[in-house]
């Protein structure tokens, strides 16, 4: 965590470039301790989850936040990157968003109320009536997170991550109460609402902001202009991230799909990385407009995420077994393979997401809208094939090899559009610290036992290689940047 927000605003003698950067290294630095700490907390409440509840809790959980979920993307206008975007530091044009984005999830979720359970029923799941109407109040209490672009544009990283770890240890203290008091479903559903208000709660008390009674048809004018893509972008995203699990349901039922969610959800949690990522990066570009800088930004962030990323997929194929059943539960072994295909996915979402960034940092958001409209129906066609033909593994390749179809095109052609980028520069060492990691890892299962300990033994020599190998090929790099962190 940053212990002090304002501490570097004497870099600006440097130069804007300079201190730019400064503040964006910082802000990665301490913004990674902060989503290890998170994490940590998350998955701490997760483990006791995973062993207390059935799989089937976990599947109708996730049709009832496939189904809300997408609602909710229709009650904001992409205010908050509207307003770290804006070069405009007026309190009345923050307060005109507010206004608006809090009026608009308030109609949402009152029609999503009223109109989920004819919905519903006509879908033949009357049994997520309750969870609908529920998350209806999560719909409303995630409008309320618009003070984080009040600190997101001053680049005060501490603070929100600072308040967002303050939500996730409230939101994982309500899972684990609500796991161990037999809530079922039910349980992910307070957690959820849980961690939103309470950090919606620690982001106001951070930013210090107090609404204006103000509406500014001119900020909305542009906030539309801005937002209106992006908001059909988040909705159609959501679908396409979503849309597998109502398939996948459909043709294996609520256990099936339960042990599907999970595979998907925790090798996903490698995003937290990404939330904490775009919240550092997203600000630092739109304040360039130099491509040089973009460029030089994007290689570090792809290199940052890569060395995160890669590590997690080797582990996973070599000894996907043993960490599943270590870490979770021997019920989860027959979701081994979507768990290797999704940390696959997960990792090179990771990774390469944040061409998208540069997109919407130069108000280019109609591209990401085309993109989502075609991936919604290759991915729903592609989960619908797979299970059919081989049921939730087969629904995991199809999902798998058509994101990273997409992401490959996106990373390759549209970037390119824009900004002149190589990967191969900016992945070179992590790639070579994978290709040794995953030597030791195959080498060990010649020279160590087919046990628990052995495995052990070859994750830990794996992990080690693949470690030093990044700090021997970027070490004078590692050096500048926490020159430039401290």
């Known amino acids: ?83 770290i975007r804006d070069k405009d530091d007026d309190r009345r ?26 919905l519903l029923e006509f879908l033949g799941k009357p049994e997520q009536i309750p969870f609908a109407r529920a998350l209806a109040i999560w719909i409303v209490a995630e409008r309320l997170m618009l003070p984080r672009a009040v600190l997101d544009r001053a680049l005060r990283f501490g603070r929100v991550n600072l308040a967002q770890f303050s939500g996730v240890a409230i939101g994982s203290g309500a899972l684990v109460v609500s796991a161990l008091a037999g809530l079922g479903a039910w349980t992910f559903i307070v957690g959820l609402i849980a961690r939103t208000v309470a950090t919606a709660t620690f982001m106001w008390i951070a930013a210090g902001f107090v609404p204006l009674l103000a509406f500014d048809r001119e900020t909305l004018r542009r906030l539309f202009v801005f937002g209106g893509p992006l908001m059909f972008t988040t909705a159609l995203t959501f679908a396409y991230t979503n849309v597998d699990y109502l398939i996948v349901e459909q043709a294996v039922g609520y256990t099936m799909v339960g042990l599907y969610y999970a595979a998907y959800r925790y090798p996903h949690y490698l995003n937290q990385f990404n939330v904490i990522l775009t919240g550092v990066v997203f ?47 021997e019920k989860w072994i027959p979701a081994l393979f979507p768990f290797q295909c999704f940390t696959t996915l997960a990792a090179m979402r990771l990774a390469f997401v944040h061409w998208g960034q540069v997109y919407i940092a130069r108000g280019r958001t109609k591209a990401l809208l085309g993109i989502s409209i075609v991936n919604l129906p290759l991915i729903a066609g592609s989960a619908w094939l797979g299970v059919r033909l081989a049921g939730i593994e087969g629904a995991a390749i199809g999902v798998t090899a058509a994101s990273l179809a997409t992401l490959a095109f996106c990373c390759n052609v549209l970037l390119k559009r824009l900004l002149k980028f190589s990967y191969g520069e900016a992945l070179s060492p992590v790639i070579y610290a994978t290709l040794a990691s995953l030597l030791v890892l195959i080498a060990g299962r010649y020279v160590t036992p087919a046990t628990d300990i052995g495995a052990a033994v070859r994750l830990i020599a794996g992990g080690a290689v693949y470690g030093l190998v990044i700090l021997g090929l970027c070490a004078s790099e590692i050096r500048r940047v926490l020159g430039k962190a401290a």
Request: with cysteine.
């Open 1 to 83: 965590m940053i212990s002090s927000d304002d501490s570097a605003r004497g870099q600006d003698a440097a130069g804007p470039a300079t201190a730019l950067r400064a503040k964006a290294v910082r802000g990665l630095k301490f913004a990674s301790f902060g989503t290890v700490g998170k994490t940590a907390v998350d998955m701490a409440a997760q483990l006791v989850l995973v062993r207390v509840l059935a799989e089937e809790h976990f599947g109708v959980f996730a049709i009832a936040q496939a189904l809300t979920g997408f609602i909710s993307c229709f009650s904001e206008v992409s205010g908050l990157k509207f307003l």
């Open 93 to 118: 044009a923050v307060s005109t968003v507010f206004w608006f984005e809090l009026s608009l999830g308030l109609l949402v979720a009152g029609a999503w109320a009223i109109a989920c359970a004819p």
């Open 283 to 329: 600000p630092s570009f739109t304040k360039t407009r130099d491509d040089a800088h973009l460029a030089r930004g994007l290689r570090l962030v792809t290199r940052y995420a890569a060395v995160i990323a890669f590590l997690p997929v080797i582990l996973m194929w070599t000894e996907g077994d043993a960490l599943i059943r270590w870490l979770i539960g």
